[in-house]
T-cell receptor
């Protein structure tokens, strides 16, 4: 089974700060997912990436396949970015199944 | 496009009662999933359906059954609810090796 570790577990930032959340996994993968969950809310897919970098607004995701590591960056953070950010990778046995990290709880203070 | 819909949004059951959680998607996805989310545990896969007519156990299937009624619908049944099944349940769907799209969740409390 692919093991997924995220860091940090909890992160508090001031509005405007640059934020980085890290994800490491144990077995080579075809693609990695970043998800966002607001308090009491549903889960939204932010990125699915297999190489390099993807950007959407103030969110940037990067992946290093050789290092088995991905980062999610938030530029100019805002209180509305406060959420749980979850990294997920495909299961070794069946790629459509995802193995999820425990999540990073982000709080952005104004 | 409604995406992935789930009913009900909230439910309270007594121990031993049964219920079915309904999920439907309108994106013509082949694969559908049921997860539970507990504090400090992250998302755990209960059952999944790779395509219409097939279902397979995930990480935590005990106490649950599923039915893939057709390509759109995937239901999760608790035959005899237990307090340990108190959780938030999410349904999701995806195309093969694609992004997963999640429903809004069902908050279930078993007393």
């Amino acid at each position: 089974k692919n093991e997924v570790e995220q860091s940090p577990q909890n992160l508090t930032a001031q509005e405007g700060e640059f934020i980085t959340i890290n994800c490491s996994y144990s077995v080579g993968i075809s693609a990695l997912h970043w998800l966002q969950q607001h308090p009491g809310g549903g889960i939204v897919s932010l990125f699915m990436l297999s190489s390099g970098k993807k950007k959407h607004g103030r969110l940037i995701a990067t992946i290093n396949i050789q290092e088995k590591h991905s980062s999610l960056h938030i530029t100019a953070s805002h209180p509305r970015d406060s959420a749980v950010y979850i990294c997920a990778v495909p299961d070794m046995e069946y790629g459509n199944k995802l193995v999820f990290g425990a999540g990073t709880i982000l709080r952005v203070k104004s | 496009n409604a995406g992935v819909t789930q009913t009900p949004k909230f439910q309270v059951l007594k121990t031993g009662q049964s219920m079915t959680l309904q999920c439907a998607q309108d994106m013509n996805h082949n694969s559908m999933y049921w997860y539970r989310q507990d504090p400090g545990m992250g998302l755990r896969l209960i059952y999944y359906s790779a395509s219409e007519g097939t279902t397979d156990k995930g990480e935590v299937p005990n106490g649950y059954n599923v039915s893939r009624l057709n390509k759109r619908e995937f239901s999760l049944r608790l035959e005899s609810a237990a307090p340990s099944q108190t959780s938030v349940y999410f349904c999701a769907s995806s195309e093969i090796l694609g992004e997963q799209y999640f429903g809004p969740g069902t908050r279930l409390t078993v007393t």
